[in-house]
């Protein structure tokens, strides 16, 4: 942690200090854990910043994120100061028992920053995500840049852990996620993406050194221009076709089998069957396999059928709404998978969310 209570009870920071000065601490200074109140020890280097650190047996959560996220929190700390920006290191909410990275006030708007780096539970970050937000205080996570997984340069990995942090500040704002790299000292911004698989999600990826931006570029939209997605798209829809099945990728075996014996293939299936969906991480299928079977239970057998309907086939496949706090609620991956089929001219709905097959193919 950056700060810590000395003995007289005040916070203390190291980081603006001069090596004389902190050597001098090292050896004199009493410090305290602002949570557990244990002794804390020094660490400082050539390559660290000055920090405090619980000693090795200790249990305390607070500040045993590691060197990285130190150093990228001093960063942002300071990076927000330098933009006039009134912000509060550590600072403990006592009403809702949360002690985020950073606390910034711009305007009447509160915002708790939590750069996290290390792997922490879902529900953990349900929790805190939650307990700001009932707290009117807007959360923004910032994951550290060793969590970014770059296919290339439009293309992240983002399994369905990192799904939680995907964020949406209103229901017109494009899906976004943050990273920073404490070590390279750049942002990397990735927004306005679709998922071309269960966790290959295709955007527009920003990087930009700490330098070049303020606080206000997490609130842009970046939108990615269509036809950049409708090329990939055609191109992995192409290689996802011709690509043989290894025989250890059980799920993907088990859904060509059943495919066949429906008198279909991948090379059948029309191509509306497998289209890049915004929300697709919300689903714990690949597109394919959960547009297959709308396609067949629904679109061919039904021709006629509720936006229930699909919820009852799908209900198991999909992730629970309370997965993903920081996204606005009204996105569901179903309806704008129907929104998507009556755009191309597949399905018509009425005002009763009823939706009618036009025609099968395009
Ligand atoms: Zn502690």
């Known amino acids: 942690m950056l700060q810590a209570l000395n003995s007289d009870g005040e916070l203390v920071t190291l980081y603006n200090l001069s090596a004389d000065r902190l050597s001098k601490l090292k050896e004199e200074g009493r410090f305290y854990c602002p949570d557990c109140k244990e002794e804390l020890i020094i660490r400082a280097g050539e390559k660290v910043i000055a920090h405090f650190a619980h000693r090795k047996k200790s249990t305390c959560q607070h500040g045993g994120e590691g060197i990285y996220h130190e150093k990228g929190k001093l ?9 006039g920006i009134p912000v509060k290191l550590e600072f403990y909410l006592a009403e809702i028992k949360q002690r985020p990275d950073l606390l910034v006030e711009i305007g009447t708007k509160t915002l708790a920053i939590e750069y996290q780096c290390a792997e922490i539970s879902i529900i953990d970050m349900k929790k805190r995500t939650e307990s700001y937000l009932s707290a009117g205080i807007v959360p923004l996570w910032i994951l550290g ?36 790299c404490s070590t390279q000292k750049q942002f ?71 495919l066949y014996l429906q008198g279909l293939n991948v090379q059948t299936l029309p191509y509306f069957v497998n289209l890049p969906i915004q929300c697709g991480f919300m ?50 991956p179903i309806k704008e998978y129907f929104q998507q089929l009556e755009r191309i001219g597949i399905l018509k709905s009425n005002k009763q969310n009823i939706y009618v097959v036009i025609r099968l193919t395009v």
């Open 75 to 83: 960063d942002l700390y300071l990076w927000l100061r330098k933009q």
């Open 145 to 180: 840049g060793n969590k970014l997984k770059r296919l290339s340069s439009r293309v992240l990995k983002l399994t369905a852990n990192d799904a939680s942090y995907i964020h949406q500040f209103h229901q017109h704002f494009p899906l976004s996620i943050y990273y920073y």
């Open 188 to 258: 990397i911004f990735f927004q306005d993406f679709s998922f071309l698989s269960q966790t290959k999600a295709f955007g527009n990826l920003l990087i930009l050194s700490i330098e070049k931006c303020i606080l206000k570029d997490f609130f842009t939209l970046r939108k990615l221009p269509t036809y950049h997605l409708l090329q990939t798209w055609r191109h992995e829809l192409q290689k996802w076709r011709n690509r043989p099945v290894p025989v250890h990728q059980k799920k993907e075996t088990a859904w060509r089998q059943w």
């Open 283 to 332: 689903l714990k299928t690949p597109p394919w396999v959960w547009q297959s079977r709308l396609y067949l239970e629904l679109i061919v057998k039904q021709r006629k059928f509720s936006f229930r309907n699909a919820m009852d086939i799908l209900n198991t496949q999909l992730y629970p709404a309370s997965h993903f706090p920081l996204i606005h609620s009204t996105l569901h």
